[in-house]
């Protein structure tokens, strides 16, 4: 169980504060606007301070000197940097986040080893990497090879399932992980895991083997 303070509380402040309270993780939301604590839904299962989030004062009395990880996700940079340096210099917290809204300013960021992510490289980052391959489905590209999420179209087959060597063998491919249709396991391949019509694949793909390889790729 970590002690985690998410600074922050906009539309990606409130999402990673609820998905991190229902893991069990104590999370603490710091927001200079009470109001904006209402994005916290009813699901929110921690606790909140109302304050600028690099005033040492508010940080303490969110428990900062006890916290594992700090995440700065404001909508200004210069808060969320501000948040980062008064966080790891002075608190010495293990783990400091920020969010970037300026692609330009990564650098600066890079250079003071502050980890960081910045939304909108992400977002053009895939939109760039879905427009060259052509296809559905694309995550990364390794090289010559393309990671790919789809849910597998089996409805060809006799019966609506098939083993994953078999698959892996006849189209010279490599299946990573997949999750059943209706959500209930996931698991890493072995020789005799059976794949069926509809379940969530995650595979490696070498780019010329796609063409053949889409029919198995629902729409």
Request: with cysteine; net charge neutral; charged share 20%.
């Amino acid at each position: 169980m970590a002690n985690i303070i998410i600074v922050g509380c906009g539309r990606v402040g409130s999402q990673l504060a609820t998905l991190l309270s229902q893991s069990e993780d104590n999370v603490m939301v710091i927001d200079k606007n009470a109001s904006s604590f209402a994005n916290l839904g009813r699901n929110f299962n921690g606790n909140t301070v109302t304050g600028v989030g690099f005033d040492e004062d508010v940080l303490t009395q969110a428990g900062v000197q006890e916290a594992d990880v700090v995440c700065a996700v404001t909508q200004n940079d210069n808060a969320n940097l501000m948040v980062a340096e008064v966080c790891r210099r002075i608190f010495r917290v293990p783990r400091v986040v920020a969010r970037v809204y300026n692609p330009a300013r990564e650098r600066s960021y890079m250079q003071l080893g502050i980890d960081y992510v910045c939304g909108t490289s992400l977002v053009a980052e895939r939109v760039y990497g879905k427009v060259l391959s052509g296809h559905e489905g694309h995550i990364d590209t390794f090289g010559e090879y393309e990671v790919l999420r789809f849910s597998i179209d089996l409805s060809g087959t006799l019966k609506g399932q098939i083993k994953v060597s078999q698959l892996e063998q006849k189209h010279g491919i490599r299946i990573v992980c997949f999750e059943r249709r209706d959500g209930s396991s996931s698991s890493i391949p072995t020789k005799g895991s059976v794949l069926y019509h509809g379940d969530i694949v995650l595979a490696c793909v070498h780019k010329d083997l796609i063409g053949q390889f889409s029919k198995y790729m629902q729409h």
